[in-house]
């Protein structure tokens, strides 16, 4: 039986993993053209999801696009349009495959 204080903790654990990977954030090459500029990321999945350490976050707003990244993971975009602000924000050269 998982009780409400078992799920706390777990949930508390799996936010603590997450925050503390590295993030880096990505170039905007449109800004959004809504009212939400840097408004706060909405919790939702990333567009990517590797098996890495490293998060690769929209440089408009801060919500996840590329979730866990490795060294030899790859994208096969060279931009991508944040589903949370609708910002444009283009990868680094060396995550695009």
Do not use: W
Not at 26 to 43: F, G, M, N, Q, Y
Not at 67 to 87: H, K, W
């Amino acid at each position: 039986m998982v009780t409400n204080a078992l799920r706390a903790k777990i949930s508390s654990r799996d936010s603590e993993e997450q925050s503390s990977l590295p993030t880096i954030p990505l170039k905007v090459t449109r800004p959004s053209s809504s009212a939400a500029d840097h408004a706060a990321p909405e919790l939702g999945k990333p567009l990517f999801r590797g098996t890495g350490d490293t998060d690769y976050v929209c440089g408009n707003c801060g919500a996840v696009i590329a979730a866990s990244m490795g060294p030899s993971q790859r994208v096969i975009l060279d931009t991508a349009t944040c589903s949370a602000c609708g910002a444009e924000n283009e990868f680094p050269p060396h995550l695009r495959a």
